[in-house]
């Protein structure tokens, strides 16, 4: 099974409202809720990352998450799972990381215990106080999509971390692509000024899995067409020498930029346009491609072998 299909195996079991964007909106209590799991060898492997990038990326992700809804970042808690052969200096470098990337917000407890492997478990609040809250079931019709983030990076440094040659980048891309992944970095301006712009419900989400399935996503649950112009899509000119180059940009995953369709566009980089329909199309300037979210799911990485 795919892990949207548990995802919503979970909603519909539990009947609750609150799952299914980045963060629960847990309105009476004025904040928002996000937990993420990393698992060794699945989304972080010791052979290419210091203790400082796990823990910074471990947090970041969370950062991510509460930017993807508009609120302000505050507290996280840690939750390690570690091998014996740990040690105190994995530890220490390990939370270095982790409040470097939290920056404002405070890391303030968690839990480890013992495990075959490193897993980490961060859960962070953010707060909703005097803010616009987005969900991505508020797209509608006429509003513009924006994005911020430089998308297929992540992606780009992974396959690079994986062993790719890229035999046409330079030191200098290479590193840069690298960087992008080790040490992602969440869009916290950019989600502070679209709160403060939004007119009304606006739908905001990041791109964590990828700017496809982000944008898809907001399509399906808005019950919209999101019609986008790749060549307006914000990422690093290093990728465009790349024979993937436009698959890193809409699957690529873990650039954590973040798309919104708002009515006020202000000056953020606008790619697309909501409109009447379902689904999700691609303009290339010559051609198109006309997306459903099953058409994207098929693209994305996968958790769990099918």
Do not use: W
């Not at 944008?215 to 020498?241: D, G, M, Y």
């Amino acid at each position: 099974m795919k892990e949207k299909d548990f995802i919503s195996i979970i909603k519909t079991t539990l009947n609750s409202g609150y799952i299914g964007d980045d963060c629960a909106y847990l309105k009476d209590l004025g904040i928002v809720v996000s937990q993420d799991n990393l698992a060794e060898d699945v989304h972080f492997s010791l052979k290419y990352a210091s203790p400082y990038q796990i823990g910074y990326k471990s947090v970041m992700v969370n950062i991510s998450d509460i930017c993807a809804s508009g609120a302000e970042p505050k507290y996280l808690s840690i939750g390690l799972s570690l091998p014996e052969y740990i040690d105190a200096d994995f530890i220490r470098e390990f939370y270095k990381g982790a409040k470097t990337a939290a920056g404002k917000a405070e890391i303030v407890g968690g839990d480890i215990t013992g495990a075959d492997k490193i897993f980490v478990s961060v859960t962070a609040i953010g707060s909703a106080n005097d803010r616009k809250i987005s969900s991505r079931r508020n797209a509608a019709v006429g509003q513009k999509v924006v994005a911020a983030g430089n998308h297929g990076s992540s992606g780009a440094g992974l396959k690079l971390l994986s062993g790719m040659e890229y035999n046409n980048l330079t030191g200098e891309e290479k590193n840069e692509l690298i960087n992008a992944h080790l040490m992602p970095l969440a869009q916290l301006e950019f989600s502070n000024t679209i709160q403060k712009c939004a007119r009304g419900k606006y739908a905001m989400m990041d791109t964590s899995d990828g700017l496809a399935d982000a944008l898809a996503s907001i399509a399906f649950e808005s019950s919209v067409l999101i019609e986008v112009n790749f060549n307006k899509i914000p990422h690093s000119k290093a990728i465009e020498k790349l024979p993937d180059f436009k698959d890193l940009v809409l699957y690529g995953a873990e650039d954590y930029g973040l798309v919104a369709a708002v009515d006020n566009p202000a000056d953020f980089t606008v790619i697309g346009e909501v409109k009447s329909g379902a689904g999700l199309k691609i303009n290339y300037g010559d051609c198109f491609e006309f997306l459903t979210i099953k058409d994207v799911e098929k693209n994305l990485f996968k958790h769990f072998k099918e």
